[in-house]
């Protein structure tokens, strides 16, 4: 059978299920092709440009942490590749702090896309798997788009409103984890044809497991239910739990993410005290609602402990918020566990 490349995809899903409306389709396919632009830069490594693309930009982003030459790269790779299409009306990211509104020589759209252009940035140098991951929303009518500022409150929707989210990762092979709201598809590139072939369809991931991913350095500030958790499961076999668990941690959310996209798994970076005052580790719009939403489109979990993470209402642009997601009957587990 021919191959699917992600244009014939998503033709299909518009066509035979009425999903995706051409606008979104010309989106998904534009972040598609800017995702390929920063494979193939995240691959020349010290050997792109003027003095490679490894290192510090020399720049602080909103948060205030040190920008890589490829965190700023990526972020551009993006916006060129999105403003002029007509299928946008604004565009935010971890590395901008206001919005990005469309340029008024171009046509605008009625979507808004979020972005962490290059997440898992402390592995750029070391050679470990980073990646992108985004957002799609729709810009509510009469939205005030007057002014960067103004636009903020345009994109301060619960993650239920999103219409489509995904991931790149770059490792070993770059992929493209997509949803439209109809499961979780995963497209692979081929470097040779310049195009993203669907590799998998109707992700599931398993309701058990025996893999965490926390990082245990932050151990000592956790709240109690986590300290409960993690202390269960490190008891093993003899332990309440009844089973031995093992423990990976990339630091890149996109990898750790897709471990459990491919074996289950259970993905926490947990409220704690050394980050309280910032509301959580993770940002909501564009790290943990699009994974949310793929990890429940897989038929797992996503909860900060308390609440899931789709129901909440944001406040502000970069709003942090804790994370656990995964196997459905971890995360119940651990989320039980904030209740009681
Ligand atoms: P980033 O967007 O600045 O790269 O930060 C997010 C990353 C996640 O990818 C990862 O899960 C986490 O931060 C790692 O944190 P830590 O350095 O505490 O292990
Ligand atoms: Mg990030």
């Given at each position: 059978?021919?191959?699917?490349?992600?244009?014939?995809?998503?033709?299909?899903?518009?066509?035979?299920?009425?999903?995706?409306?051409?606008?979104?389709?010309?989106?998904?396919?534009?972040?598609?092709?800017?995702?390929?632009?920063?494979?193939?830069?995240?691959?020349?490594?010290?050997?792109?440009?003027?003095?490679?693309?490894?290192?510090?930009?020399?720049?602080?982003n909103v948060q205030g942490e040190a920008q890589k030459k490829l965190d700023v790269l990526?972020?551009?790779?993006?916006?060129?590749?999105?403003?002029?299409?007509?299928?946008?009306a604004a565009m935010a990211s971890e590395e901008m702090d206001l919005p990005h509104l469309?340029?008024?020589?171009?046509?605008?759209?009625?979507?808004?896309?979020?972005?962490?252009?290059?997440?898992?940035?402390?592995?750029?140098?070391?050679?470990?798997?980073?990646?992108?991951?985004?957002?799609?929303?729709?810009?509510?009518?009469?939205?005030?788009?007057?002014?960067?500022?103004?636009?903020?409150?345009?994109?301060?929707?619960?993650?239920?409103?999103?219409?489509?989210?995904?991931?790149?990762?770059?490792?070993?092979?770059?992929?493209?984890?997509?949803?439209?709201?109809?499961?979780?598809?995963?497209?692979?590139?081929?470097?040779?044809?310049?195009?993203?072939?669907?590799?998998?369809?109707?992700?599931?991931?398993?309701?058990?497991?025996?893999?965490?991913?926390?990082?245990?350095?932050?151990?000592?500030?956790?709240?109690?239910?986590?300290?409960?958790?993690?202390?269960?499961?490190?008891?093993?076999?003899?332990?309440?739990?009844?089973?031995?668990?093992?423990?990976?941690?990339?630091a890149s959310m996109v990898a750790d993410v897709h471990r459990i996209m491919t074996r289950?798994?259970?993905?926490?970076?947990?409220?704690?005290?050394?980050?309280?005052?910032?509301?959580?580790?993770?940002?909501?719009?564009?790290?943990?609602?699009?994974?949310?939403?793929?990890?429940?489109?897989?038929?797992?979990?996503?909860?900060?402990?308390?609440?899931?993470?789709?129901?909440?209402?944001?406040?502000?642009?970069?709003?942090?918020?804790?994370?656990?997601?995964?196997?459905?009957?971890?995360?119940?587990?651990?989320?039980?566990?904030?209740?009681?």
């Amino acid at each position: 059978m021919a191959q699917r490349t992600l244009a014939r995809y998503l033709t299909e899903e518009q066509r035979d299920k009425g999903r995706i409306p051409a606008d979104l389709k010309f989106l998904i396919e534009v972040v598609s092709r800017a995702c390929q632009a920063i494979s193939i830069a995240i691959g020349k490594g010290a050997l792109g440009g003027e003095g490679g693309v490894l290192g510090e930009a020399g720049s602080d982003n909103v948060q205030g942490e040190a920008q890589k030459k490829l965190d700023v790269l990526s972020n551009e790779i993006l916006l060129d590749a999105n403003e002029w299409g007509g299928h946008l009306a604004a565009m935010a990211s971890e590395e901008m702090d206001l919005p990005h509104l469309v340029p008024h020589r171009y046509p605008k759209g009625e979507y808004l896309l979020t972005f962490d252009p290059l997440d898992g940035s402390s592995n750029i140098d070391v050679n470990v798997s980073i990646g992108t991951i985004f957002s799609v929303l729709k810009c509510p009518e009469g939205a005030d788009l007057s002014s960067e500022a103004a636009a903020e409150q345009a994109f301060l929707q619960a993650g239920t409103a999103q219409v489509a989210a995904g991931y790149a990762v770059y490792g070993p092979t770059t992929l493209l984890v997509l949803t439209v709201g109809d499961g979780v598809a995963v497209f692979t590139l081929d470097r040779e044809q310049g195009q993203f072939i669907l590799t998998q369809e109707n992700v599931q991931i398993p309701a058990e497991t025996r893999e965490f991913a926390i990082n245990m350095a932050n151990q000592r500030f956790w709240e109690a239910p986590v300290q409960r958790y993690v202390d269960e499961m490190l008891a093993g076999k003899t332990g309440p739990l009844g089973k031995d668990y093992n423990m990976r941690w990339v630091a890149s959310m996109v990898a750790d993410v897709h471990r459990i996209m491919t074996r289950g798994g259970i993905f926490m970076y947990p409220m704690d005290e050394k980050i309280r005052h910032q509301g959580g580790k993770l940002r909501l719009m564009y790290e943990a609602n699009p994974m949310a939403l793929l990890i429940e489109q897989a038929g797992g979990v996503a909860t900060t402990g308390r609440e899931r993470i789709l129901d909440i209402a944001p406040h502000k642009l970069h709003q942090r918020v804790p994370v656990i997601l995964g196997s459905r009957t971890e995360v119940e587990r651990v989320s039980g566990y904030h209740q009681a």
